[in-house]
């Protein structure tokens, strides 16, 4: 059976296309989101385990979930997910619209768990930062954790910074070790 990452890769592509093509990402990207939540939903966990469920019902349980919220495109979307049984890679599908719109939009999401609550000029600071080091608008996410005892541990995308004084500790006990 193939990675459900490769599956859903053509289905975000295509819809990617589709949301480039009419400047629609964030609706789009809002309803990937949406079709994600309601498959993890009970309702549509039970239609899918239930061989009794066509494909047409699956997919019309998942449409009543979005009622309001979905289009004519994603109602056909869904259909075509739910006749080749694809449904269950739409979270897949989800994160690689999203890497997608990312790179089309010069984004990146940041995530820094830090051991204090940083202030507004620190973050501005790091956000000037890393726009500058990563060539892209920066989408910061702020949490705490005291556990880092200091500093700060960085997540963008690939990269990750730990400036924390819990790693640099953690960095010193295998060097005594080594």
Not at 76 to 101: G, H, K, Q, S
Request: hydrophobic share 45%.
């Amino acid at each position: 059976m193939a990675d459900a990452r490769t599956i859903a890769r053509p289905y975000a592509k295509a819809v990617f296309d589709v949301a480039a093509t009419q400047d629609r990402f964030e609706e789009w990207g809002e309803l990937l989101a949406g079709l994600s939540q309601a498959v993890a939903t009970e309702a549509v966990d039970n239609a899918l385990e239930n061989p009794k469920f066509g494909s047409e019902k699956v997919a019309a349980v998942i449409i009543e979930t979005l009622e309001g919220r979905i289009d004519n495109e994603g109602r056909n979307f869904v259909r075509v997910l739910a006749e080749y049984d694809r449904l269950d890679v739409l979270p897949e599908i989800c994160e690689r619209f999203e890497t997608l719109r990312a790179e089309a939009e010069r984004t990146i999401d940041v995530e820094v768990v830090s051991a204090a609550p940083m202030s507004d000029t620190h973050q501005h600071e790091l956000v000037n930062s890393l726009r500058r080091r990563l060539g892209r608008e920066v989408r910061l996410q702020t949490s705490i954790d005291p556990s880092l005892i200091g500093g700060a541990i960085i997540r963008a995308g690939d990269l990750v910074i730990d400036g924390s004084l819990r790693g640099r500790l953690d960095q010193l006990a295998t060097a005594v070790k080594a």
